[in-house]
């Protein structure tokens, strides 16, 4: 079976999304950094500052980073799979 179910691709999508938050840490405390104190300033002083942050976030949870976890998931469920059943020779 090469499909997710729902329940795993919501547990691999909660998985990657930390795993992007650990890895663009310096980048989200810049924006918090930024946003600290402000309301609606935020908006325009620290556009740049977000926008950092939403690319770096990007690259672990785009749609082809997605689809190479996913991958990886399923060829690590598959082995399982198979070393839990090997077939009789």
Excluded: I
């Amino acid at each position: 079976m090469n499909a997710l179910s729902r329940r795993e691709e919501e547990t691999l999508l909660k998985k990657t999304k930390e795993h992007a938050l650990k890895e663009c840490d310096p980048v989200v405390k810049e924006f918090a950094q930024c946003a600290e104190g402000r309301t609606f300033s935020v908006a325009w002083e620290c556009r740049a500052k977000y926008k950092a942050v939403q690319d770096c976030m990007l690259q672990y949870t785009g749609p082809e980073a997605m689809a190479t976890v996913r991958a990886e998931y399923l060829r690590l469920r598959n082995e399982q799979q198979q070393n839990a059943h090997p077939n009789p020779s």
